[in-house]
């Protein structure tokens, strides 16, 4: 295990002694919503990655910055919210845009469409940690690997949900694909989550932009011992984020049925994957789910779980080596089924 996730880890246990009751159970830094103020804006990135900005751009990550309000669907629920504006809610604003505000301000206003800082974490603390190559005139190429260590240790640890853990990532895709919102659904009639989200199928399509290994300069699949474990990552943010959302049901109806369901349904996926790839740490993450009880108002026990459950993920995505994930291969989606 790498410095940033040993350091993750403790920082997890260290707070889950020091939560005994209800509504101080922690959270995790990569996965809270993004702190507004700490948000810097795609252009703050776009000078060492022009081209994942330019494929961005041509995605409904980006694309729904300008259509989304103009939808009738999303100003029915919107009104059935009370909420006079898709942009200036901060229920929607949360998952569809990417907010940003002023030190001293109160209300984030929308910058863009789900975008860099979205799925990487608002950048402030950890973007000068991350663009240093180990002095002000070093590239990219001329970089040490023992920098580059110490260079996602520290970027990770300052907040960025950086691809070298897969999980941090995954964190990313569901915590707004599994909407963390019981009001939302109940009341605005939004959907409880995406159904059959599956993370290779939803990240390797319209918005895969991963041109770091030629240069910038070609859009590459991930290679398959890559994918193997992604799929994996999946499975487990899968079940962290259905738990996350079930911890939050009050009330018997559409949210807390379809999000036990969900967890239910992800926890059996998840003891199937077991079998064929027999993990330490997926047994310990199956472990922790064994007793847990899909009921109302069970927060605390919910919630826990799920905080174990992701420290015990990013430790999978930082050990595991894709090479001992072949039984995952047939499993693994075929290209036509990545989203388009």
Not at 11 to 36: F, I, K, N
Not at 69 to 75: G, L, M, S, T
Not at 239 to 264: I, N, P
């Amino acid at each position: 295990m790498n410095l940033a996730a040993r350091w993750i880890a403790a920082l997890v246990s260290a707070a889950l002694a020091a939560s005994a009751v209800r509504g101080e159970l922690p959270e995790d830094p990569h996965r809270l919503p993004l702190d507004p103020k700490q948000v810097l804006g795609h252009e703050a990135c776009e000078k060492c990655h022009a081209n994942e900005v330019a494929t961005w751009k041509k995605t409904p990550h980006s694309t729904t910055f300008l259509t989304l309000h103009q939808k009738k669907e999303a100003n029915d629920i919107a009104k059935k919210l009370g909420l006079s504006s898709i942009k200036r809610g901060q229920v929607c604003i949360e998952c569809h845009y990417t907010p940003q505000a002023s030190e001293d301000s109160t209300h984030a206003k929308a910058i863009s469409g789900v975008s860099c800082e979205s799925c990487h974490g608002a950048a402030q603390k950890w973007v000068k940690s991350h663009s240093d190559y180990g002095s002000p005139t070093a590239t990219k190429a001329q970089e040490t690997e023992a920098h580059k260590a110490e260079r996602i240790s520290d970027s990770i640890a300052a907040g960025m949900r950086n691809p070298h853990n897969l999980y941090l990532v995954a964190q990313s895709c569901f915590r707004c694909h599994t909407v963390p919102n019981e009001k939302l659904v109940n009341v605005g009639k939004h959907k409880a989550g995406t159904e059959n989200f599956e993370l290779v199928a939803w990240s390797q399509g319209l918005v895969r932009h991963n041109f770091m290994e030629s240069n910038g300069k070609v859009n590459r699949p991930l290679p398959e011992e890559r994918l193997r474990v992604l799929f994996v990552v999946g499975q487990i943010a899968d079940l962290e984020f259905s738990l996350r959302a079930t911890a939050e049901a009050t009330e018997k109806a559409t949210y807390g049925f379809t999000s036990a369901q969900r967890t239910d349904r992800a926890a059996k996926r998840l003891i199937e994957l077991q079998t064929k790839i027999n993990n330490p740490v997926v047994a310990e993450i199956l472990v922790a789910y064994k007793d847990v009880k899909l009921k109302l108002n069970n927060l605390e026990q919910l919630l826990g779980c799920a905080v174990k459950i992701a420290a015990l993920g990013e430790q999978f995505a930082d050990e595991v080596n894709g090479k001992d994930l072949t039984a995952v291969q047939p499993l693994l989606p075929a290209e036509d089924k990545y989203k388009k």
